[in-house]
Protein backbone atom coordinates (compact mmCIF):
# COMPACT_ATOMS: atom_id res chain seq x y z
CA UNK A 1 0.00 0.00 0.00
CA UNK A 2 3.48 2.60 0.86
CA UNK A 3 3.55 3.01 -3.46
CA UNK A 4 -0.60 3.66 -3.36
CA UNK A 5 0.36 5.99 -0.87
CA UNK A 6 3.06 7.75 -2.68
CA UNK A 7 1.70 7.97 -5.53
CA UNK A 8 -1.29 9.94 -4.05
CA UNK A 9 1.32 12.42 -2.10
CA UNK A 10 2.95 13.00 -5.67
CA UNK A 11 -0.68 13.69 -7.02
CA UNK A 12 -1.75 15.95 -4.59
CA UNK A 13 1.50 17.83 -5.33
CA UNK A 14 0.78 18.03 -9.10
CA UNK A 15 -2.62 19.47 -8.07
CA UNK A 16 -1.04 21.81 -6.20
CA UNK A 17 1.46 23.19 -8.94
CA UNK A 18 -1.31 22.26 -11.61
CA UNK A 19 -3.12 25.20 -10.66
CA UNK A 20 -1.46 27.90 -11.87
CA UNK A 21 -4.37 28.72 -14.19
CA UNK A 22 -6.45 31.78 -13.94
CA UNK A 23 -9.80 30.44 -12.73
CA UNK A 24 -12.51 32.53 -11.32
CA UNK A 25 -14.27 31.60 -7.77
CA UNK A 26 -14.12 28.62 -5.76
CA UNK A 27 -11.14 26.53 -6.90
CA UNK A 28 -12.38 23.50 -3.99
CA UNK A 29 -12.37 20.37 -6.47
CA UNK A 30 -15.15 18.03 -5.78
CA UNK A 31 -14.99 14.40 -4.74
CA UNK A 32 -16.05 13.54 -8.49
CA UNK A 33 -12.73 14.80 -9.71
CA UNK A 34 -10.28 12.58 -8.02
CA UNK A 35 -12.91 9.85 -9.05
CA UNK A 36 -12.63 10.53 -12.95
CA UNK A 37 -8.78 10.36 -12.82
CA UNK A 38 -6.46 7.34 -13.20
CA UNK A 39 -2.87 7.88 -11.86
CA UNK A 40 -0.22 6.31 -13.63
CA UNK A 41 -1.93 5.15 -16.41
CA UNK A 42 -2.76 6.55 -20.22
CA UNK A 43 -5.74 5.81 -22.05
CA UNK A 44 -4.42 4.66 -25.87
CA UNK A 45 -6.30 6.46 -28.49
CA UNK A 46 -6.11 8.57 -30.92
CA UNK A 47 -5.68 11.77 -29.58
CA UNK A 48 -7.93 14.38 -31.56
CA UNK A 49 -5.96 17.38 -30.22
CA UNK A 50 -2.75 18.25 -28.18
CA UNK A 51 -2.73 21.02 -25.51
CA UNK A 52 0.84 22.51 -23.99
CA UNK A 53 -1.00 22.57 -20.46
CA UNK A 54 -0.10 24.60 -17.70
CA UNK A 55 -0.74 21.99 -15.15
CA UNK A 56 -3.16 19.46 -14.06
CA UNK A 57 -6.05 21.49 -14.38
CA UNK A 58 -5.47 23.08 -17.23
CA UNK A 59 -5.51 19.89 -18.98
CA UNK A 60 -8.65 19.21 -17.21
CA UNK A 61 -10.20 22.37 -17.97
CA UNK A 62 -8.73 22.32 -21.94
CA UNK A 63 -11.14 19.02 -22.67
CA UNK A 64 -14.34 20.48 -21.29
CA UNK A 65 -13.25 23.43 -23.59
CA UNK A 66 -13.28 20.96 -26.59
CA UNK A 67 -17.40 20.14 -27.00
CA UNK A 68 -15.97 16.39 -27.96
CA UNK A 69 -13.22 15.84 -25.32
CA UNK A 70 -14.99 13.04 -22.84
CA UNK A 71 -11.29 12.37 -21.32
CA UNK A 72 -7.48 13.17 -21.36
CA UNK A 73 -3.97 12.18 -20.82
CA UNK A 74 -1.46 13.99 -18.94
CA UNK A 75 2.13 13.99 -18.74
CA UNK A 76 3.06 15.06 -15.36
CA UNK A 77 7.16 15.78 -16.95
CA UNK A 78 6.06 17.40 -20.12
CA UNK A 79 2.60 18.89 -18.80
CA UNK A 80 1.71 17.47 -22.50
CA UNK A 81 -1.93 17.15 -22.65
CA UNK A 82 -4.04 15.10 -24.95
CA UNK A 83 -7.22 15.64 -25.28
CA UNK A 84 -9.43 12.28 -26.41
CA UNK A 85 -12.92 12.22 -27.76
CA UNK A 86 -13.94 8.85 -26.15
CA UNK A 87 -13.19 7.71 -22.29
CA UNK A 88 -12.09 3.77 -23.74
CA UNK A 89 -11.09 1.70 -21.41
CA UNK A 90 -8.18 0.42 -23.23
CA UNK A 91 -4.84 1.56 -21.35
CA UNK A 92 -1.49 0.81 -20.17
CA UNK A 93 0.49 1.62 -17.30
CA UNK A 94 2.79 5.26 -17.96
CA UNK A 95 4.07 5.86 -14.28
CA UNK A 96 4.31 9.78 -15.35
CA UNK A 97 0.79 10.01 -16.78
CA UNK A 98 -2.86 10.39 -15.05
CA UNK A 99 -6.11 9.82 -17.14
CA UNK A 100 -8.73 12.38 -16.45
CA UNK A 101 -12.16 11.75 -17.54
CA UNK A 102 -14.64 14.76 -18.23
CA UNK A 103 -17.89 13.67 -18.17
CA UNK A 104 -19.34 17.07 -17.30
CA UNK A 105 -19.02 21.24 -17.80
CA UNK A 106 -20.47 21.94 -14.61
CA UNK A 107 -17.73 22.49 -12.47
CA UNK A 108 -16.64 26.76 -11.68
CA UNK A 109 -13.04 26.24 -13.44
CA UNK A 110 -15.02 26.26 -17.02
CA UNK A 111 -16.37 29.73 -16.72
CA UNK A 112 -18.74 31.38 -18.85
CA UNK A 113 -18.29 28.25 -20.53
CA UNK A 114 -19.62 26.27 -17.69
CA UNK A 115 -22.25 23.75 -19.53
CA UNK A 116 -21.79 25.20 -22.27
CA UNK A 117 -23.71 23.65 -25.89
CA UNK A 118 -21.00 24.34 -28.19
CA UNK A 119 -21.18 22.88 -31.39
CA UNK A 120 -19.04 19.62 -32.30
CA UNK A 121 -16.57 20.60 -33.89
CA UNK A 122 -15.98 23.99 -31.94
CA UNK A 123 -13.92 24.90 -28.66
CA UNK A 124 -15.80 27.24 -26.05
CA UNK A 125 -13.58 30.00 -25.27
CA UNK A 126 -14.26 32.11 -22.20
CA UNK A 127 -14.96 35.72 -23.17
CA UNK A 128 -15.62 37.55 -19.88
CA UNK A 129 -18.97 36.82 -18.78
CA UNK A 130 -20.09 35.54 -22.02
CA UNK A 131 -18.09 32.87 -24.22
CA UNK A 132 -18.19 31.74 -28.09
CA UNK A 133 -17.66 29.05 -29.99
CA UNK A 134 -14.12 29.11 -31.99
CA UNK A 135 -14.68 26.52 -34.96
CA UNK A 136 -11.18 24.01 -34.78
CA UNK A 137 -12.08 21.27 -37.34
CA UNK A 138 -14.49 19.44 -39.13
CA UNK A 139 -17.12 16.38 -36.90
CA UNK A 140 -18.95 13.74 -38.80
CA UNK A 141 -19.69 13.00 -42.70
CA UNK A 142 -20.50 15.31 -45.20
CA UNK A 143 -23.74 14.57 -46.77
CA UNK A 144 -22.81 13.39 -50.05
CA UNK A 145 -23.30 10.70 -51.66
CA UNK A 146 -21.13 7.52 -51.73
CA UNK A 147 -18.61 8.69 -49.42
CA UNK A 148 -16.85 6.29 -47.53
CA UNK A 149 -18.23 7.12 -43.65
CA UNK A 150 -15.56 4.83 -42.25
CA UNK A 151 -12.99 7.11 -43.33
CA UNK A 152 -14.92 10.29 -41.87
CA UNK A 153 -15.33 8.10 -38.63
CA UNK A 154 -11.84 7.37 -38.24
CA UNK A 155 -11.30 10.46 -36.59
CA UNK A 156 -14.05 12.13 -34.41
CA UNK A 157 -12.43 15.42 -35.36
CA UNK A 158 -10.74 16.52 -38.16
CA UNK A 159 -8.20 19.64 -37.97
CA UNK A 160 -8.78 22.10 -40.17
CA UNK A 161 -6.40 21.56 -43.53
CA UNK A 162 -6.30 17.86 -42.83
CA UNK A 163 -7.63 15.82 -45.35
CA UNK A 164 -9.43 12.75 -45.39
CA UNK A 165 -7.59 9.87 -47.18
CA UNK A 166 -10.33 7.29 -49.26
CA UNK A 167 -13.18 9.98 -48.74
CA UNK A 168 -15.00 8.57 -51.34
CA UNK A 169 -16.46 4.46 -51.39
CA UNK A 170 -14.12 2.04 -53.42
CA UNK A 171 -15.45 2.56 -57.54
CA UNK A 172 -15.64 6.20 -56.82
CA UNK A 173 -12.94 9.64 -56.47
CA UNK A 174 -13.22 13.07 -55.02
CA UNK A 175 -13.64 15.78 -57.67
CA UNK A 176 -11.47 17.57 -55.24
CA UNK A 177 -9.22 16.22 -52.17
CA UNK A 178 -11.83 16.09 -48.67
CA UNK A 179 -10.17 18.57 -46.70
CA UNK A 180 -11.79 20.41 -43.38
CA UNK A 181 -12.01 24.03 -44.18
CA UNK A 182 -11.45 26.74 -41.96
CA UNK A 183 -15.37 27.52 -41.42
CA UNK A 184 -15.35 24.10 -39.98
CA UNK A 185 -17.18 22.68 -43.40
CA UNK A 186 -15.77 19.98 -45.78
CA UNK A 187 -14.22 21.17 -49.12
CA UNK A 188 -17.30 20.80 -51.73
CA UNK A 189 -16.67 17.57 -53.22
CA UNK A 190 -18.07 15.12 -54.89
CA UNK A 191 -17.50 11.30 -55.43
CA UNK A 192 -17.31 10.05 -59.09
CA UNK A 193 -17.67 7.00 -60.34
CA UNK A 194 -14.53 5.66 -62.31
CA UNK A 195 -15.98 5.71 -65.77
CA UNK A 196 -13.37 4.40 -67.58
CA UNK A 197 -9.62 2.62 -67.33
CA UNK A 198 -7.73 5.83 -68.10
CA UNK A 199 -9.61 7.47 -64.84
CA UNK A 200 -7.01 5.46 -63.20
CA UNK A 201 -4.85 8.49 -63.43
CA UNK A 202 -6.80 11.17 -61.40
CA UNK A 203 -5.62 9.53 -58.42
CA UNK A 204 -2.11 9.57 -59.70
CA UNK A 205 -2.20 5.91 -60.12
CA UNK A 206 0.14 5.63 -63.41
CA UNK A 207 -2.36 3.00 -64.57
CA UNK A 208 -0.16 0.12 -65.45
CA UNK A 209 -2.39 -2.48 -63.65
CA UNK A 210 -3.58 -4.93 -65.93
CA UNK A 211 -6.65 -6.67 -65.69
CA UNK A 212 -10.57 -7.09 -65.26
CA UNK A 213 -11.98 -3.55 -63.07
CA UNK A 214 -15.32 -2.43 -61.98
CA UNK A 215 -16.18 0.21 -65.02
CA UNK A 216 -19.65 2.60 -64.55
CA UNK A 217 -20.80 2.97 -67.65
CA UNK A 218 -22.94 6.14 -67.49
CA UNK A 219 -25.23 5.02 -70.58
CA UNK A 220 -26.20 1.43 -69.43
CA UNK A 221 -26.43 3.01 -65.62
CA UNK A 222 -24.00 0.31 -63.99
CA UNK A 223 -20.90 -1.05 -63.19
CA UNK A 224 -20.20 -3.75 -66.42
CA UNK A 225 -16.92 -5.86 -65.66
CA UNK A 226 -13.71 -4.38 -68.18
CA UNK A 227 -10.63 -5.56 -68.93
CA UNK A 228 -7.98 -2.30 -68.76
CA UNK A 229 -4.46 -2.63 -69.66
CA UNK A 230 -1.37 -0.70 -68.94
CA UNK A 231 -1.67 3.05 -70.06
CA UNK A 232 -4.85 4.52 -71.78
CA UNK A 233 -5.22 1.68 -74.24
CA UNK A 234 -9.05 1.96 -73.95
CA UNK A 235 -11.49 -0.90 -72.78
CA UNK A 236 -11.96 -4.39 -73.35
CA UNK A 237 -14.45 -7.27 -72.21
CA UNK A 238 -13.52 -10.50 -72.16
CA UNK A 239 -15.36 -13.37 -73.84
CA UNK A 240 -15.74 -16.37 -72.13
CA UNK A 241 -17.08 -18.67 -74.90
CA UNK A 242 -16.34 -19.39 -78.73
CA UNK A 243 -16.40 -15.98 -80.93
CA UNK A 244 -15.32 -17.28 -84.14
CA UNK A 245 -15.69 -15.27 -88.05
CA UNK A 246 -14.70 -16.49 -91.29
CA UNK A 247 -14.88 -16.39 -94.80
CA UNK A 248 -13.17 -19.97 -95.84
CA UNK A 249 -10.48 -20.51 -98.25
CA UNK A 250 -12.40 -22.41 -100.88
CA UNK A 251 -14.40 -20.98 -103.69
CA UNK A 252 -17.74 -22.57 -104.42
CA UNK A 253 -18.31 -23.87 -107.87
CA UNK A 254 -21.83 -22.13 -108.94
CA UNK A 255 -23.64 -24.68 -110.17
CA UNK A 256 -22.01 -27.71 -108.39
CA UNK A 257 -20.95 -26.35 -105.21
CA UNK A 258 -17.65 -28.03 -104.91
CA UNK A 259 -15.92 -26.17 -102.81
CA UNK A 260 -12.09 -26.46 -104.45
CA UNK A 261 -9.23 -24.60 -101.61
CA UNK A 262 -8.35 -21.27 -103.58
CA UNK A 263 -4.12 -20.40 -103.13
CA UNK A 264 -3.14 -17.98 -102.79
CA UNK A 265 -6.13 -16.87 -100.79
CA UNK A 266 -8.13 -13.85 -101.74
CA UNK A 267 -7.96 -11.20 -100.06
CA UNK A 268 -11.40 -11.70 -98.24
CA UNK A 269 -10.49 -14.91 -97.10
CA UNK A 270 -9.55 -15.82 -93.66
CA UNK A 271 -10.58 -17.17 -89.99
CA UNK A 272 -10.42 -15.25 -86.83
CA UNK A 273 -10.95 -15.69 -83.31
CA UNK A 274 -11.30 -13.40 -80.87
CA UNK A 275 -10.57 -13.58 -76.52
CA UNK A 276 -11.31 -10.02 -75.74
CA UNK A 277 -13.33 -7.47 -77.82
CA UNK A 278 -12.85 -4.33 -77.86
CA UNK A 279 -15.48 -1.96 -76.69
CA UNK A 280 -16.54 1.91 -76.72
CA UNK A 281 -19.07 2.60 -73.45
CA UNK A 282 -19.80 6.23 -74.72
CA UNK A 283 -21.59 4.57 -77.78
CA UNK A 284 -22.48 1.54 -76.19
CA UNK A 285 -20.88 -0.21 -78.87
CA UNK A 286 -18.16 -3.47 -79.93
CA UNK A 287 -15.22 -2.27 -81.85
CA UNK A 288 -15.23 -5.07 -83.96
CA UNK A 289 -12.23 -4.35 -85.99
CA UNK A 290 -9.97 -4.19 -82.96
CA UNK A 291 -7.73 -7.55 -83.16
CA UNK A 292 -5.45 -6.72 -80.16
CA UNK A 293 -6.89 -9.78 -78.49
CA UNK A 294 -7.55 -12.11 -81.22
CA UNK A 295 -6.09 -14.93 -83.83
CA UNK A 296 -6.36 -15.26 -87.06
CA UNK A 297 -5.05 -17.31 -90.03
CA UNK A 298 -4.89 -15.83 -93.38
CA UNK A 299 -6.95 -12.54 -93.54
CA UNK A 300 -8.35 -10.97 -90.31
CA UNK A 301 -12.24 -10.91 -90.18
CA UNK A 302 -14.12 -8.18 -88.11
CA UNK A 303 -16.08 -9.37 -84.95
CA UNK A 304 -19.45 -9.99 -86.69
CA UNK A 305 -19.03 -10.35 -89.97
CA UNK A 306 -18.83 -13.62 -92.55
CA UNK A 307 -18.14 -14.37 -96.25
CA UNK A 308 -17.98 -16.88 -98.74
CA UNK A 309 -16.48 -16.60 -102.61
CA UNK A 310 -18.16 -18.01 -105.76
CA UNK A 311 -15.44 -19.73 -108.09
CA UNK A 312 -16.46 -16.42 -110.71
CA UNK A 313 -14.49 -17.98 -113.61
CA UNK A 314 -17.07 -20.13 -114.20
CA UNK A 315 -20.34 -18.55 -114.07
CA UNK A 316 -21.85 -14.74 -113.59
CA UNK A 317 -25.01 -15.61 -112.78
CA UNK A 318 -26.38 -15.72 -109.07
CA UNK A 319 -25.41 -19.91 -107.75
CA UNK A 320 -27.65 -21.40 -105.66
CA UNK A 321 -25.43 -23.35 -103.39
CA UNK A 322 -25.20 -22.87 -99.63
CA UNK A 323 -23.76 -20.05 -97.99
CA UNK A 324 -20.51 -21.22 -95.77
CA UNK A 325 -18.76 -18.47 -94.45
CA UNK A 326 -19.99 -18.66 -90.68
CA UNK A 327 -20.13 -16.58 -87.35
CA UNK A 328 -20.33 -17.32 -84.15
CA UNK A 329 -20.73 -14.68 -81.01
CA UNK A 330 -21.05 -15.56 -77.75
CA UNK A 331 -20.98 -13.32 -75.07
CA UNK A 332 -22.36 -15.92 -72.39
CA UNK A 333 -20.72 -14.56 -68.72
CA UNK A 334 -19.91 -11.21 -70.01
CA UNK A 335 -22.72 -9.62 -68.22
CA UNK A 336 -23.50 -7.91 -71.25
CA UNK A 337 -24.88 -8.87 -74.62
CA UNK A 338 -25.47 -7.83 -78.28
CA UNK A 339 -28.91 -5.70 -78.81
CA UNK A 340 -31.54 -7.44 -80.05
CA UNK A 341 -32.01 -4.69 -82.80
CA UNK A 342 -28.98 -5.39 -84.37
CA UNK A 343 -29.28 -6.44 -88.13
CA UNK A 344 -26.58 -7.01 -91.08
CA UNK A 345 -26.05 -5.57 -94.51
CA UNK A 346 -23.84 -7.60 -96.91
CA UNK A 347 -20.92 -6.57 -98.14
CA UNK A 348 -18.86 -7.47 -101.28
CA UNK A 349 -20.08 -8.76 -104.67
CA UNK A 350 -23.24 -10.88 -104.61
CA UNK A 351 -23.08 -11.14 -101.04
CA UNK A 352 -26.30 -12.40 -99.03
CA UNK A 353 -27.23 -12.68 -95.37
CA UNK A 354 -28.58 -16.06 -94.71
CA UNK A 355 -29.98 -17.62 -91.77
CA UNK A 356 -28.94 -15.89 -88.37
CA UNK A 357 -30.03 -17.55 -85.21
CA UNK A 358 -30.00 -15.85 -81.39
CA UNK A 359 -30.07 -18.10 -78.54
CA UNK A 360 -33.21 -17.40 -76.13
CA UNK A 361 -31.05 -15.38 -73.59
CA UNK A 362 -29.42 -13.95 -76.71
CA UNK A 363 -25.91 -15.00 -75.48
CA UNK A 364 -25.28 -16.32 -78.61
CA UNK A 365 -25.93 -15.29 -82.50
CA UNK A 366 -24.45 -17.80 -85.03
CA UNK A 367 -25.33 -16.77 -89.02
CA UNK A 368 -24.11 -18.07 -92.21
CA UNK A 369 -23.65 -15.39 -95.09
CA UNK A 370 -21.68 -15.19 -98.01
CA UNK A 371 -21.85 -14.71 -101.69
CA UNK A 372 -23.76 -16.20 -105.07
CA UNK A 373 -21.13 -14.52 -107.45
CA UNK A 374 -18.39 -13.28 -106.29
CA UNK A 375 -16.46 -13.00 -102.74
CA UNK A 376 -19.16 -11.27 -100.32
CA UNK A 377 -21.23 -12.02 -97.12
CA UNK A 378 -22.20 -10.05 -93.84
CA UNK A 379 -21.41 -8.04 -91.03
CA UNK A 380 -23.29 -6.28 -88.51
CA UNK A 381 -24.29 -2.74 -89.23
CA UNK A 382 -23.83 -1.40 -85.12
CA UNK A 383 -22.71 -3.87 -82.90
CA UNK A 384 -24.98 -2.70 -80.21
CA UNK A 385 -24.33 -3.77 -76.17
CA UNK A 386 -26.51 -3.96 -73.61
CA UNK A 387 -26.65 -5.39 -70.15
CA UNK A 388 -27.15 -8.86 -69.34
CA UNK A 389 -30.43 -8.71 -67.98
CA UNK A 390 -29.70 -12.39 -66.93
CA UNK A 391 -26.68 -12.15 -65.45
CA UNK A 392 -23.82 -10.12 -63.83
CA UNK A 393 -20.23 -11.55 -62.95
CA UNK A 394 -19.45 -12.11 -59.66
CA UNK A 395 -18.26 -9.02 -57.61
CA UNK A 396 -15.04 -10.49 -56.91
CA UNK A 397 -14.28 -11.35 -60.85
CA UNK A 398 -12.45 -8.15 -60.88
CA UNK A 399 -11.33 -5.11 -59.14
CA UNK A 400 -12.43 -2.07 -57.63
CA UNK A 401 -10.41 1.04 -58.16
CA UNK A 402 -9.85 2.69 -54.97
CA UNK A 403 -8.84 6.31 -54.61
CA UNK A 404 -6.52 7.41 -51.74
CA UNK A 405 -6.10 10.94 -52.48
CA UNK A 406 -6.07 12.78 -55.87
CA UNK A 407 -2.97 12.54 -56.81
CA UNK A 408 -2.28 8.89 -54.59
CA UNK A 409 -4.01 5.88 -55.47
CA UNK A 410 -3.52 2.62 -53.72
C1 LIG B 1 -17.56 7.10 -20.42
O1 LIG B 1 -18.56 7.95 -20.97
C2 LIG B 1 -19.87 7.42 -20.90
C3 LIG B 1 -20.78 8.36 -21.64
O2 LIG B 1 -20.21 9.63 -21.78
C4 LIG B 1 -20.25 7.28 -19.42
O3 LIG B 1 -21.54 6.73 -19.33
C5 LIG B 1 -19.25 6.37 -18.74
O4 LIG B 1 -19.52 6.31 -17.37
C6 LIG B 1 -17.84 6.88 -18.92
N1 LIG B 1 -16.87 5.95 -18.40
C7 LIG B 1 -15.91 6.31 -17.59
C8 LIG B 1 -14.98 5.23 -17.13
O5 LIG B 1 -15.76 7.46 -17.24
C1 LIG C 1 -21.84 15.52 -31.31
O1 LIG C 1 -21.04 14.36 -31.15
C2 LIG C 1 -21.64 13.37 -30.34
C3 LIG C 1 -20.63 12.27 -30.15
O2 LIG C 1 -20.07 11.90 -31.38
C4 LIG C 1 -22.93 12.89 -30.98
O3 LIG C 1 -23.55 11.95 -30.17
C5 LIG C 1 -23.85 14.08 -31.21
O4 LIG C 1 -25.00 13.67 -31.91
C6 LIG C 1 -23.13 15.15 -32.01
N1 LIG C 1 -24.00 16.32 -32.13
C7 LIG C 1 -24.23 16.88 -33.29
C8 LIG C 1 -25.13 18.07 -33.29
O5 LIG C 1 -23.72 16.48 -34.33
C1 LIG D 1 -22.01 39.56 -23.25
O1 LIG D 1 -23.27 39.35 -23.89
C2 LIG D 1 -24.20 40.37 -23.66
C3 LIG D 1 -25.53 39.98 -24.24
O2 LIG D 1 -25.36 39.08 -25.30
C4 LIG D 1 -23.69 41.68 -24.19
O3 LIG D 1 -24.61 42.69 -23.91
C5 LIG D 1 -22.36 42.00 -23.56
O4 LIG D 1 -21.80 43.15 -24.14
C6 LIG D 1 -21.39 40.84 -23.74
N1 LIG D 1 -20.19 41.11 -22.98
C7 LIG D 1 -18.98 40.95 -23.52
C8 LIG D 1 -17.85 41.27 -22.59
O5 LIG D 1 -18.80 40.60 -24.66
C1 LIG E 1 -4.55 26.01 -43.95
O1 LIG E 1 -3.92 26.13 -45.23
C2 LIG E 1 -3.91 27.46 -45.70
C3 LIG E 1 -3.39 27.43 -47.12
O2 LIG E 1 -2.36 26.52 -47.26
C4 LIG E 1 -3.05 28.31 -44.76
O3 LIG E 1 -3.04 29.63 -45.22
C5 LIG E 1 -3.65 28.26 -43.37
O4 LIG E 1 -2.83 28.93 -42.47
C6 LIG E 1 -3.82 26.82 -42.90
N1 LIG E 1 -4.58 26.83 -41.67
C7 LIG E 1 -4.28 26.04 -40.65
C8 LIG E 1 -5.13 26.16 -39.45
O5 LIG E 1 -3.35 25.25 -40.70
C1 LIG F 1 -13.47 2.99 -46.79
O1 LIG F 1 -12.13 3.33 -46.59
C2 LIG F 1 -11.41 2.39 -45.82
C3 LIG F 1 -10.05 2.98 -45.57
O2 LIG F 1 -10.22 4.21 -44.93
C4 LIG F 1 -11.36 1.07 -46.58
O3 LIG F 1 -10.69 0.12 -45.83
C5 LIG F 1 -12.77 0.61 -46.87
O4 LIG F 1 -12.74 -0.53 -47.66
C6 LIG F 1 -13.55 1.69 -47.58
N1 LIG F 1 -14.96 1.28 -47.67
C7 LIG F 1 -15.64 1.35 -48.81
C8 LIG F 1 -17.07 0.92 -48.77
O5 LIG F 1 -15.15 1.75 -49.85
C1 LIG G 1 -16.85 27.13 -45.89
O1 LIG G 1 -15.66 27.14 -46.66
C2 LIG G 1 -15.77 26.45 -47.89
C3 LIG G 1 -14.42 26.38 -48.53
O2 LIG G 1 -13.61 27.46 -48.19
C4 LIG G 1 -16.81 27.14 -48.75
O3 LIG G 1 -16.96 26.47 -49.96
C5 LIG G 1 -18.14 27.16 -48.00
O4 LIG G 1 -19.09 27.88 -48.76
C6 LIG G 1 -18.00 27.76 -46.63
N1 LIG G 1 -19.26 27.55 -45.92
C7 LIG G 1 -19.79 28.46 -45.15
C8 LIG G 1 -21.05 28.09 -44.46
O5 LIG G 1 -19.27 29.56 -45.01
C1 LIG H 1 4.07 2.29 -62.11
O1 LIG H 1 3.57 1.07 -61.61
C2 LIG H 1 4.47 0.00 -61.73
C3 LIG H 1 3.76 -1.27 -61.27
O2 LIG H 1 2.59 -1.04 -60.58
C4 LIG H 1 5.71 0.29 -60.92
O3 LIG H 1 6.61 -0.77 -61.05
C5 LIG H 1 6.34 1.58 -61.42
O4 LIG H 1 7.43 1.92 -60.59
C6 LIG H 1 5.34 2.71 -61.38
N1 LIG H 1 5.93 3.89 -62.00
C7 LIG H 1 5.79 5.11 -61.47
C8 LIG H 1 6.43 6.21 -62.21
O5 LIG H 1 5.15 5.31 -60.44
C1 LIG I 1 -24.00 -20.68 -115.68
O1 LIG I 1 -25.03 -20.96 -114.73
C2 LIG I 1 -26.28 -21.21 -115.28
C3 LIG I 1 -27.32 -21.39 -114.18
O2 LIG I 1 -26.81 -21.11 -112.93
C4 LIG I 1 -26.19 -22.42 -116.18
O3 LIG I 1 -27.43 -22.59 -116.83
C5 LIG I 1 -25.10 -22.22 -117.22
O4 LIG I 1 -24.93 -23.38 -117.95
C6 LIG I 1 -23.78 -21.89 -116.56
N1 LIG I 1 -22.72 -21.66 -117.51
C7 LIG I 1 -21.52 -22.19 -117.40
C8 LIG I 1 -20.53 -21.80 -118.45
O5 LIG I 1 -21.23 -22.96 -116.52
C1 LIG J 1 -28.17 -22.17 -91.96
O1 LIG J 1 -27.58 -22.25 -93.25
C2 LIG J 1 -26.47 -23.16 -93.34
C3 LIG J 1 -25.87 -23.05 -94.72
O2 LIG J 1 -26.73 -22.50 -95.63
C4 LIG J 1 -26.93 -24.56 -93.02
O3 LIG J 1 -25.84 -25.44 -93.07
C5 LIG J 1 -27.52 -24.57 -91.65
O4 LIG J 1 -28.05 -25.81 -91.33
C6 LIG J 1 -28.63 -23.53 -91.51
N1 LIG J 1 -29.03 -23.46 -90.14
C7 LIG J 1 -30.29 -23.29 -89.78
C8 LIG J 1 -30.56 -23.26 -88.31
O5 LIG J 1 -31.18 -23.17 -90.57
C1 LIG K 1 -23.76 -19.89 -70.66
O1 LIG K 1 -22.94 -20.43 -69.63
C2 LIG K 1 -23.63 -21.23 -68.73
C3 LIG K 1 -22.69 -21.64 -67.61
O2 LIG K 1 -21.38 -21.63 -68.04
C4 LIG K 1 -24.19 -22.41 -69.48
O3 LIG K 1 -24.94 -23.22 -68.57
C5 LIG K 1 -25.09 -21.94 -70.59
O4 LIG K 1 -25.54 -23.01 -71.36
C6 LIG K 1 -24.36 -21.01 -71.50
N1 LIG K 1 -25.26 -20.45 -72.51
C7 LIG K 1 -24.93 -20.32 -73.78
C8 LIG K 1 -25.97 -19.74 -74.67
O5 LIG K 1 -23.84 -20.66 -74.20
Not at 58 to 66: A, E, K, L, N, V
Not at 194 to 206: A, D, H, L, Y
Not at 246 to 271: A, E, N, R, W
Request: aromatic share 10%; charged share 20%; hydrophobic share 30%.
Amino acid sequence: MGSKREAIFRFMFWVSVGTGVPVEGNMCLKPEFYQNMRIGEKLLEEPMAFYQAGGLLDCYRQCGFYSLCQSCNYDVKTHQCELLASNNTITEQVVNNIIMDVPNRHGQLFGSCKNHLCPNNTVCRVEGPNHSCVVVGCHGNPDIQNVNITSFDAKPLWLVNETVMYACEAGYYPSLDATCSRNGTWSPFQCIPFTGCEKRSVCGGNATAEGEFWIFVVKMDSWVKTYCLSGNNGEHVTLHDINTFSTPIFVKHPTTCVQVQKDPVLTDMGYTAFQKVRVTFSKERIDGDRFRYSNSNFNKQNFGSAGDCVDNDVNDTDSDCGLIGRFVINTNGTGLRIKSSVTWETWGVGGRVGNITRSQDGHRIEGYCGSVVGCGGCRPTELLIELDPNYKPPLDSAAIFQCKTLGNSN
